[in-house]
Each structure stands twice: as C-alpha cells, then as structure tokens.
C-alpha cells in the first residue's frame, strides 16, 4: 500500500495549482497574499501535515508560482509587441478579427492593427454600421488605453471608418 499520495493526485494539483495562479493574477490578486493563503490553506489540511516532509507539495506551490508569473509574462509580452499610437489622433488600417457584437449604443468591434502599427484593439462603432468579420477597414479616431494591461485599447470615437475590402480574415472561414 502506497503511504503518500497518489502520482495522479499530484497532477491533477498541480494542474488545478497552475490554473488557480492564473486565475488569481488575471483578477489582479496580489501574488504574496495568494501564496500566503495557498501555505496557510495547505498546513491546514490534515493529509499534507503528515506528508509535510515528504516534500511533494512543493509540486503544486511551484505551479502557483508559475501560474501566476505566466500571466505576467504573457502581458509584458503583449504591452511590448504593441505598436499603436495612444491619446493622440491616428488613421490606422485594421483587419476585423472577431465578429462584431451589436448593442444599443454601439457595434463593439476587434480589430488588428495592420503595418506599420501592430496589436489589437476595440472600436466602438456606431451600430447602423455594416462591418463584418475579416473587413479591412480604415479607422480615423484616437486610441486611448484605459482599460489596463489585460485589456485591448479602444478607439472611443472614431470620426471615420472606411471599408476598404471584404473578406481578409482567416481563409478557412472565409472559403
């Protein structure tokens, strides 16, 4: 009979671990007070107190650690690739990304910034606009990044946005 805890066990905590650490980083959580309560949850619980020594719970605690610094990671990586002009006035060509969600006051539109500016951005559209998932559209507006790291800047007001051809998305989905 096996006296510690099963090799599947230990995955399935080191997977929920890692998801928890993203989790936690995404919402903005601080890292120190998650891996606080993550320690003090663990000696907490009876069947890690008396493996303790063991040292296989040190699995699970690095994959908060890399959870969380993954989601850190990722938005660095994202905030240096992205290339557009913030707060100031800017015509930019785009490609429709996803398909555009409609609500009363606007048509809520992804794009991605074509050379030589580059990443992704939302526009705020207004909603008797015909625009389609895979256009590439011309947008004359200014950029502003208020949403935080996590999130796309939105173009709030565009003064114009110009169709300039159908159908540049993903091939697959076009046909």
Same mark, same amino acid.
């Given at each position: 009979?096996?006296?510690?805890?099963?090799?599947?066990?230990? !995955?399935?905590?080191?997977?929920?671990?890692?998801?928890?650490?993203?989790?936690?980083?995404?919402?903005?959580?601080?890292?120190?007070?998650?891996? !606080?309560?993550?320690?003090?949850?663990?000696?907490?619980?009876?069947?890690?107190?008396?493996?303790?020594?063991?040292?296989?719970?040190?699995?699970?605690?690095?994959?908060?650690?890399?959870?969380?610094?993954?989601?850190?990671?990722?938005?660095?990586?994202?905030?240096?690739?992205?290339?557009?002009?913030?707060?100031?006035?800017?015509?930019?060509?785009?490609?429709?990304?996803?398909?555009?969600?409609?609500?009363?006051?606007?048509?809520?539109?992804?794009?991605?910034?074509? !050379?030589?500016?580059?990443?992704?951005?939302?526009?705020?559209?207004?909603?008797?606009?015909?625009?389609?998932?895979?256009?590439?559209?011309?947008?004359?507006?200014?950029?502003? !990044?208020?949403?935080?790291?996590?999130?796309?800047?939105?173009?709030?007001?565009?003064?114009?946005?110009?169709?300039?051809?159908?159908?540049?998305?993903?091939?697959?989905?076009?046909?």
């Amino acid at each position: 009979m096996q006296s510690g805890p099963f090799i599947g066990d230990i !995955a399935f905590g080191v997977a929920f671990a890692f998801l928890c650490g993203v989790f936690a980083s995404d919402i903005g959580w601080n890292a120190g007070i998650v891996l !606080a309560a993550a320690t003090l949850g663990a000696t907490a619980f009876p069947g890690i107190r008396k493996d303790w020594r063991r040292g296989w719970w040190a699995w699970p605690a690095a994959a908060l650690v890399l959870g969380i610094l993954y989601v850190h990671i990722f938005l660095g990586w994202r905030s240096a690739n992205q290339k557009l002009p913030l707060g100031s006035p800017v015509t930019f060509s785009a490609v429709i990304s996803d398909e555009p969600h409609r609500s009363e006051k606007h048509l809520v539109v992804t794009v991605l910034a074509v !050379a030589p500016f580059e990443g992704s951005a939302r526009i705020l559209a207004p909603p008797s606009r015909d625009l389609n998932y895979g256009d590439l559209v011309r947008v004359d507006g200014i950029i502003d !990044a208020s949403g935080g790291p996590a999130e796309d800047p939105v173009v709030f007001k565009p003064t114009a946005i110009t169709v300039l051809a159908r159908h540049r998305g993903f091939f697959c989905v076009n046909g």
